[in-house]
């Protein structure tokens, strides 16, 4: 059975800041990755997808990287802002199923 | 396009009662998510459907649980008799043609935050 964690379970940090959020997995089976972003009492938003053949994705001041052999992977935030404070979650979706399972998510606070 | 909807935002209803929980996919999306949120667990997924048909429903916690697609354009997730431990915020996601790169990703709606007395 997949499991997702997450590490650290929350972050804060000062504006500005570069920082790292960590994702791993325990089956390597999977089709792709994908890193969401939840604000309070709200529903998801994804920020990036990775498929199992590729190593990382670029959005902005996001960077998502992906080593699938060692059931890992990273989103790197440049230059926080305040705005960027949120819930981070990772999620991965198998070869042979169509769910995605989730990691419990990194709350990230920025302070200004 | 106005995103997944999801209806009623918020629902307090005491033990026993039945409650219904409302959603309206994407437009052109043929893939629904039924998803519970709460503290201890996380995400979870429920039951999701593909072109109206339910596909996979083992995370639906039981019998009290149910899910209905009439259409492309509209599901319910049913609890009958509701009990305080299904108190949770459940999300209704949508996406399109699962399998294929850049179309994979799942829109979610605002939830349903649940609050059984």
């Known amino acids: 059975k997949q499991e997702v964690t997450q590490i650290p379970a929350a972050l804060s940090v000062p504006e500005g800041e570069n920082l790292v959020l960590n994702c791993s997995f325990t089956d390597s089976a999977i089709y792709n990755l994908q890193w969401f972003r939840q604000d309070p009492g709200k529903g998801l938003t994804s920020l990036l997808l990775?498929?199992?053949?590729?190593r990382e994705q670029t959005s902005g001041r996001l960077n998502a990287s992906l080593d699938k052999s060692s059931g890992r992977s990273t989103l790197y935030i440049a230059a926080s802002q305040p705005g960027d404070s949120a819930t981070y979650l990772c999620?991965?979706?198998?070869?042979?199923?169509?769910?995605?399972?989730f990691g419990p998510g990194t709350r990230l606070s920025v302070l200004p | 396009d106005a995103g997944v909807i999801q209806s009623p935002r918020h629902e307090v209803t005491e033990m026993g009662q039945e409650v219904t929980l409302r959603c309206k996919p994407i437009s052109g999306h043929d893939y629904l998510f039924w998803y519970r949120q709460t503290m201890m667990r996380g995400l979870e997924l429920l039951i999701y459907f593909n072109n109206n048909v339910p596909i996979d429903d083992s995370g639906m916690p039981e019998d009290r649980f149910s899910a209905k697609m009439p259409n492309a354009s509209f599901s319910t997730l049913k609890i009958q008799p509701s009990e305080p431990r299904d108190s949770a915020v459940y999300f209704c996601?949508?996406?399109?043609?699962?399998?294929?790169?850049?179309?994979?990703?799942?829109?979610f709606g605002p939830g349903t935050r649940l609050t059984v007395l």
């Open positions: 999620a991965v979706r198998h070869n042979y199923g169509q769910n995605f399972v």
């Open positions: 996601a949508s996406s399109q043609l699962i399998g294929l790169a850049d179309l994979d990703t799942q829109y």
């Open positions: 990775i498929q199992s053949s590729q």
